[in-house]
Every structure is written in structure tokens, then in C-alpha cells.
Nanobody
Framework: QAQLVESGGGLVQAGGSLRLSCAAS????????MGWFRQAPGKEREFVAA????????YYAASVKGRFTISRDNAKNTVYLQMNSLKPEDTAVYYC?????????????????WGQGTQVTVSS
């Protein structure tokens, strides 16, 4: 069973930045493709960013493209989400997730394992 542990959430003013981290085991990191989702109060969970299966490509939601960057450190088995120019509408619980090859990058049903989530709050 994969274990994903997120960190780095917090409270930030609009226009500020945060970096989220997701630590995984070495086996998880080499077996699954990694992504980030978020869920705001009263809304469905939505796709934020992800790597392709081999990690050579990245995918972003239109709402975060140009502001957020997904990256990885293979030596640390860690995926990051750098969030810049944050807006109040980015406020949500952010989840790291892992999917097996062949799944749809953009849909949460394709992801088999999830972290516990980390709260990001952007004040106006």
C-alpha cells in the first residue's frame, strides 16, 4: 500500500507563494505517476497538476497554468507543487495522489492512493 505524506500548507495573502511537498516511498515513486488535486468547501475535488507516467510531461488545470509548477526530486522520492501569485479562489485542501499507468491524468478516479491533504488558505 502506497503512503503519501503532504506538507507545506498554510495561510498566505493574495499574491503570495507556497510550496507543497508530497513524500512517498521509493517503491511508490517508481511505480506510480504522481499528481495534485484540491477540494474547496462545498465543491468537488478537482485536478490541479500531474506528471505523465514516465515523468517527462506535465499537465495543469487551466486555472493554475502559469502560476503553479509541479516538480520532483527523485533522490528524495518527493513531489512538489510550487504555487505563485495565489488567489483567494485557490483556497482548498490540497491532496497528493498516485495513479497506475494508463489512467486518465485529469480524473480523480484514476488515482489509487491519496495523501491526507494539507490546507491552503489565501486571504484577500
Amino acid at each position: 500500500q502506497a503512503q503519501l505524506v503532504e506538507s507545506g500548507g498554510g495561510l498566505v495573502q493574495a499574491g503570495g507563494s507556497l510550496r507543497l511537498s508530497c513524500a512517498a516511498s521509493a517503491r511508490t515513486f517508481s511505480t506510480y505517476a504522481m499528481g495534485w488535486f484540491r477540494q474547496a468547501p462545498g465543491k468537488e475535488r478537482e485536478f490541479v497538476a500531474a506528471f505523465s507516467w514516465l515523468g517527462g510531461s506535465t499537465y495543469y488545470a487551466a486555472s493554475v497554468k502559469g502560476r503553479f509548477t509541479i516538480s520532483r526530486d527523485n533522490a528524495k522520492n518527493t513531489v512538489y507543487l510550487q504555487m505563485n501569485s495565489l488567489k483567494p479562489e485557490d483556497t482548498a485542501v490540497y491532496y497528493c495522489a498516485a495513479r497506475t499507468p494508463g489512467g486518465n491524468v485529469y480524473t480523480d478516479r484514476a488515482y489509487d492512493y491519496w495523501g491526507q491533504g494539507t490546507q491552503v488558505t489565501v486571504s484577500s
